[in-house]
Antibody, heavy 118, light 108 residues
């Protein structure tokens, strides 16, 4: 059974770069699409972007100028970078797997809280 | 761009049926997914491809999609069903998922 685990700093200063990693176990990262999503306090789900093993990626149009997602196949992990963060980037960040569009995000990490504050 | 319309809240008595809706013009042309999210937890996929339940999801949770409305039905509701529920479709043109704003289900 696949398991995903997010890790990274819980506090980031404004204007700096937020960096998170999702460790994947129980599944090959060479399969599937790997996404990051987030949820601001009291708000709904927001998709950030995805990456595949082949390097195909896409990002939320509202974030694409500040976001980069990469995959490290040798270590079965993928990573998120968000540059020039502001307080509006404060959220719970989730990593998730999707095998096909129609089957959706079928496995999620537990989420990690990131606060942007000076 | 896509907007999926979900009522913000729904209250239902234990043992009754909860009917959650997700609206958009011609949503029946899309494959709809539903997620359940309990407080402090990650979302859980409960329905994909309009009406298919992943392994482990009880039969009393069902989905349908017709016309301009997709529906998630939870029969014999109990306290464990209290959660936020999000619908989702895929925007093929933009190649990205779109989520509804969620419905908070309260069990009275």
């Amino acid at each position: 059974q696949v398991q995903l685990q997010e890790s990274g700093p819980g506090l980031v200063k404004p204007s700096e770069t937020l960096s998170l990693t999702c460790l994947v176990s129980g599944d090959s990262i060479t399969h599937s699409y790997w996404s990051w999503l987030r949820q601001s306090p009291g708000q709904g789900l927001e998709w950030i972007g995805y990456v595949s093993y082949s390097g195909r990626s896409n990002y939320n149009p509202s974030l694409k100028t500040r976001v980069f997602i990469s995959v490290d196949t040798s270590k079965t992990k993928f990573s998120l970078n968000v540059t020039s963060v502001t307080t509006t980037d404060t959220a719970v960040y989730f990593c998730a797997r999707s095998r096909l569009r129609v089957t959706g995000f079928d496995s999620w990490g537990q989420g990690t809280v990131v606060m942007v504050s000076s | 761009s896509y907007v999926l319309t979900q009522p913000p809240s729904l209250s239902v008595a234990p043992g009754m049926t909860a009917t959650l809706t997700c609206g958009r013009d011609n949503i029946e042309s899309k494959s709809v997914l539903w997620y359940q999210q309990k407080p402090g937890r990650a979302p859980v996929l409960v329905v994909f491809d309009d009406s298919v339940r992943p392994s482990g999801i009880p039969e009393r949770i069902s989905g349908s999609n017709s016309g301009n409305t997709a529906t998630l039905t939870i029969s014999r509701v109990d306290a464990g069903d209290e959660a936020d529920y999000y619908c989702q479709v895929w925007d093929n043109r933009g190649d990205h998922p779109v989520f509804g704003s969620g419905t908070k289900v309260t069990v009275l």
